[in-house]
Every structure is written in C-alpha cells, then in structure tokens.
C-alpha cells in the first residue's frame, strides 16, 4: 500500500511539473509575441545628441528606446557628404527580412556571409536594412540632398564596441539584435524624425502629409 501510495504521488509531482513548465512556455511564447508585434503606427525619432532612437506609438506612448550610432563626419544632407542627415524621413523599403543576425549585406544584397562582430575592418552593413526617404523638400530631398539616393539606411553593424558613439558614414547603425527587434516593429512608411536634440521639439510634432 505504501509503494502504491508513493508512485502516485510521484505521478502527480510529475504531472504538476509538466502543467507549471507549460504554462511557462504558453506565458514566454505571449511575452515575446507582444514585443515583436508589428505595430499599425509608430513614430521614430533618432536624437543625435544622445546617440539613441526613440520608439513611440502614435499617441506618444514610448515603446523602446535604443542605442545607435550616427556619422563621425556630423550632420548634413549634401550627396558624398558621409554626413547623417536631419529632418522627416520615412521608412521607404524594409530589406532583409529572416536573413540569419549578421548576415553582410552588399548593395542591399545578401552576401550569404556572417560578420565577425567587432571583428571586421569596414563600414558593413549587417542584419536588416530599413531605407529611408527624406519628406522635407530642399533639406533631405531633392537634387544633391537626397536621403534616398544617399542609400541613408537604418542598419545593423559589426562595429558594435561603437554604438553610442558617432562613428557611422552617414547611416544610423544600430546593434543587430536591435535592429532586428526594430525591424519586426514597423511598417514601410513609418515616419522617422532625426533631430540633433529631441528636447527642442514640440514631443508631438508630426511631418505635413
């Protein structure tokens, strides 16, 4: 009677087991959904001055924050400038989608190759890439101006020991995980705002459509 007892009660230690470890996965499985979820509306706002890009909803609700690295030559939107260009900008192609973290992209093509994570000599551009147009006439867009034209991307980076610092040729490098993470977040046509300090604009401003 004894054994008989105390295999059942193995069984239903067992059994618990199992229910708790299930539940725990259901529960991960929901916690990771929800912070990949791709979201209808969401505004980006690059602050060079912090080295960070801001994640928001729509309503101003901060969703993730970022660090990233702009240009070591500064700010501006002439063409071979190597500068990061101010202004609205949105999200005009997403590039790279499932290719594997790190994964080196050349002409916007994937390689097939893996970087080595500060290891590599090289501005490379790794993992994702979010292509950006500029939206202001005369400032980011337009003849000699162009973000577009400029291939201005949201990236990631092998020189990853440089993020937070200003050390891109222009684009705005992120780490890989991050800019994965990022890239699951937001649509083509997300609006991106790339400013040298977020403190000196009105939190809601939005571009002309």
């Known amino acids: 009677m004894t054994t008989y007892l105390y295999v059942i009660l193995i069984t239903l230690m067992q059994i618990s087991f199992a229910n708790i470890q299930a539940m725990e996965t259901d529960t991960n499985s929901t916690s990771n959904s929800s912070a990949n979820q791709l ?10 001055s912090e080295q960070k890009l801001y994640l928001r909803k729509e309503n ?8 990233i690295s702009t ?11 190597n500068k990061t260009p101010l202004g609205w900008h949105h999200i005009e192609n997403k590039i790279g989608a499932d290719a594997p973290e790190g994964t ?16 590599e000599i090289g501005d490379l551009v790794t993992s994702r890439i979010m292509w950006l147009k500029g939206l202001d006439e005369g400032k ?3 003849t000699g101006i162009d973000s577009y034209k400029r291939y201005i991307y949201i990236h ?3 020189e990853e020991n440089k993020i937070g610092k200003r050390a891109s040729h222009g684009c705005i490098r ?3 995980r991050d800019v994965i993470e990022l890239f699951n977040l937001v649509k083509e046509k997300t609006k991106i705002n790339i400013v040298m300090n977020q403190e000196t604009i009105p939190s809601i401003e ?3 459509e």
């Open 174 to 176: 992120m780490l890989n």
């Open 60 to 67: 101003n609700e901060l969703v993730k924050t970022y660090d």
């Open 39 to 48: 979201l209808d509306t969401a505004i980006i706002t690059v602050d060079i």
């Open 140 to 142: 980011n867009l337009g």
């Open 104 to 119: 080196i992209f050349k002409a916007r093509q994937n390689t097939g190759k893996i970087a080595k994570i500060n290891g």
């Open 156 to 158: 990631g980076t092998a």
């Open 71 to 81: 240009s070591k030559f500064g700010i501006g939107s002439k063409a071979y400038s």
């Open 206 to 208: 939005k571009p002309l």
